[in-house]
């Protein structure tokens, strides 16, 4: 994903600084922003993480980018076991990572899911100001536009960002 950036930022003629570092020890900064893709709920003490994130950016912006996945939703966990039945059915490899062991999630604050609600809590509990839920219905869309019917008609995870300063 970096990659992709570098050559965008080339392609746009943006002169752009990328560091990367650890989840829960970031690169002191100050930086403009922080963003995270599907890491949150990897990780065993979220709001310890986001707190570090808040220092690395003190008067940046953090842009979380997550799923609703696991038990949060009781619909969309009977959808997720449809598409992983239909994927069985046609013996479709996951492209996904692999399970994790149940004891491993279950010591994960997030482990079972990412509730946007208790997301935006951890957000406000680090010390962020004003986040902002919104739900990526466009990245929903272009995702399930390419799968066969019927995955298409069982959709994606919903997918959420929450914003903040």
């Known amino acids: 994903m970096l990659a992709k950036l570098r050559q965008r930022a080339a392609i746009e003629g943006l002169s752009i600084e990328i560091v990367q570092g650890s989840a829960t020890e970031p690169p002191s900064g100050p930086f403009d922003a922080v963003m995270e893709r599907h890491v949150l709920w990897t990780l065993p003490d979220p709001v310890a993480a986001l707190g570090a994130w808040r220092n690395a950016a003190p008067f940046g912006r953090l842009v979380v980018l997550e799923s609703v996945w696991g038990d949060v939703d009781r619909a969309e966990v009977l959808r997720g076991k449809a598409r992983h039945a239909l994927r069985r059915l046609r013996r479709t490899p996951d492209d996904h990572h692999g399970e994790y ?10 482990g079972t899911g990412t509730p946007p609600s208790q997301v935006i809590e951890m957000v406000i509990d680090a010390g962020w100001r004003t986040p902002r839920l919104e ?12 799968l066969p019917l019927p995955e298409r008609l069982l959709g994606v995870p919903p997918r959420f960002a929450v914003l903040a300063t």
């Open 101 to 110: 062991r149940p004891e491993l999630r279950g010591a994960l604050p997030l």
């Open 135 to 146: 739900r990526l219905r466009d990245i929903e869309w272009a995702t399930a536009v390419v």
